[in-house]
């Protein structure tokens, strides 16, 4: 990271050095403030193909505002410094038009610029903070600025170096950036390794390499790369409009609503068949299916929303607004003391539902969930959805019918699922992206087959309450459950790049890890999975 702007007490910039992207851009690319091509055909000038670097999420390459877009160089011509700031003795930027002005005049080329999209922010005193909590190591560039800002009494930063508070990569900039020009200079340099080899590298000035390497296959380095294969490598091959006009003439329809659904394809179904059953069903909504996290070999939930990872759902509701549905996979610590008539008292365990209650309301609604045929003959509760002629699998029913089918015998607790928490999914009732088919259609989610249910519940059913005895056991069977709708068998799972690690495997310890924090209330290391892990 290098600080371009900081101001004290209210805000600092600073960009991602070490984080390229396969991006290039041509001069025409780059549009002025009327929305122009700054540089025009006709113009001329040398046409110049610039590499982007990500240089952080704020004003980048996905912000919805305006991509902010600097150019460091080390061009020391009294043009360059005229158009450009200094940053260290060594280091300027400029942006686009100042890198043009340089080339035009004959005093540089492109490939002596380092373009960045986007900058990295703090709020006032944020990244000093983060300092002294040890996220950062820091580049002794200004001693005296460091000295000013960080306001340490003589001797006081000695002592904190002692200590291992700070870590000084290197006493001058200019070996430090050497070392980052050899890494721009690499034309093969794979978005995928997420700038960690740069990284390593400069840990080596500090004499830290065996940290380095003992950190290279961590957990946060493996999803590291994950997300620069998602968000910085980008790949301009897309063959869903062929696929789509292949789907449409071997259907047999003339569906505005399917016509509707293959023109919102992100990532297009596996069959013809499939858009089909999701055409027909979708015309009285989802209620009362249960769906089931991507089989696809690479979760779309390992680098956000990891609970929906390898889970099964269930649809309380789907209509022209919203879906609404509860994780059913998802034990938690707490339990729910549920009075049967007769006084006694049973301790039920509270699953996980999703992260939204009902609105409006402090008091969060627990649900009752039974899938036993006696219960249904006893009509005990109601079917979730599906209509008069279509037999639901599960029953919902309210606190006091599950407390009195217990009374009466005919249940025991473990016939019920005790559920609180929703899962939400908006949608825009003229249109057909959104909702929980858009999740469908984009491949986050799959419809599991109702013949699936029966063993599919039974095994969460095994489930017991959260704790560190039960983690193992719950995620194998939540694991089971999912599997039951069938597994994706590819022989050959894509790796991690550069590692023997599966993404697979990277995000079912991401989902573990996502229980482990948020529903268990700490961290456990998978013993050994990772080396150094923390």
């Not at 380092?114 to 580049?139: I, R, S």
């Not at 500090?206 to 620069?228: C, N, R």
């Not at 249960?290 to 696809?296: D, E, F, P, V, Y």
Request: glycine share 8%; charged share 25%.
């Amino acid at each position: 990271m290098l600080v371009t702007h900081h101001k004290e007490g209210e805000f600092t910039k600073g960009i991602i050095l070490n984080r390229p992207t396969n991006l290039f851009l041509s001069d025409e690319d780059f549009l002025d403030e009327d929305g122009e091509p700054y540089s025009k055909a006709g113009d001329n000038i040398t046409e110049n193909s610039w590499r982007i670097w990500f240089g952080g999420d704020m004003s980048g390459l996905y912000s919805d505002d305006d991509t902010e877009i600097v150019c460091l160089h080390s061009i020391d011509t009294d043009l360059a410094r005229n158009v450009s700031e200094v940053l260290l003795n060594n280091v300027m930027m400029t942006n686009y038009e100042g890198a043009i002005q340089i080339i035009n005049a004959k005093q540089a080329e492109a490939k002596d610029f380092w373009m960045f999209a986007g900058y990295a922010g703090w709020t006032g005193g944020q990244l000093l903070d983060e300092l002294n909590e040890g996220g950062w190591y820091m580049v002794a560039a200004d001693s005296e600025t460091v000295w000013k800002e960080a306001g340490w009494t003589g001797g006081q930063l000695l002592d904190e170096l002692n200590e291992g508070g700070w870590y000084m990569v290197a006493a001058d900039s200019e070996t430090v950036w050497k070392e980052l020009i050899c890494q721009r200079d690499e034309e093969n340099a794979d978005p995928r390794d997420a700038g960690l080899k740069t990284w390593a590298d400069l840990m080596g000035l500090i004499g830290k390499e065996d940290e380095a390497k003992a950190l290279s296959e961590t957990f946060a380095d493996l999803t590291l790369k994950e997300w620069a294969a998602e968000t910085i490598l980008f790949n301009s091959t897309v063959g869903s409009a062929d696929m789509q006009d292949n789907i449409m003439s071997s259907l047999d329809v003339g569906s505005n609503q399917l016509s509707e659904i293959l023109s919102s394809f992100s990532s297009a179904p596996d069959t013809a068949d499939k858009i089909v059953k999701l055409a027909v069903n979708s015309k009285n909504g989802f209620s009362g299916s249960l769906i089931r996290g991507s089989a696809g070999d690479r979760s779309p939930f390992l680098l956000s929303e990891q609970k929906f990872h390898r889970s099964v759902l269930l649809l309380l509701q789907d209509d022209d607004e919203q879906a609404v549905g509860v994780i059913l996979n998802h034990p938690t610590t707490n339990t729910h003391p549920l009075m049967l008539p007769n006084g006694k008292i049973v301790e039920m365990t509270v699953r996980y539902g999703g992260s939204f209650g009902m609105q409006g309301s402090t008091d969060q609604p627990t649900i009752f969930l039974h899938a036993k045929s006696k219960l249904k003959e006893r009509l005990i509760g109601e079917p979730v959805g599906k209509s008069e002629t279509e037999d639901s699998k599960i029953w919902i029913c309210s606190e006091e019918e599950a407390a009195k089918a217990m009374a009466d015998g005919h249940a025991s607790h473990r016939d019920f699922m005790c559920i609180e928490g929703f899962s939400i999914w908006n949608r825009d009732a003229d249109k057909i992206e959104g909702g929980i088919l858009g999740e469908i259609l984009e491949g986050k989610f799959e419809l599991v087959d109702p013949s699936f249910t029966e063993e599919m519940w039974v095994t969460l059913l095994a489930q017991a309450s959260l704790s560190i005895d039960t983690l193992d056991r719950n995620c194998r069977l939540a694991s089971d459950a999912w599997g039951a709708a069938g597994k994706n068998e590819n022989p050959f799972p894509p790796t991690v790049y550069e590692s023997t690690v599966t993404v697979s495997e990277l995000a079912d310890d991401a989902c573990r890890f996502w229980i482990e924090a948020f529903l268990l209330g700490g961290v456990v290391p998978a013993a050994d999975k990772y080396s150094a892990f923390e």
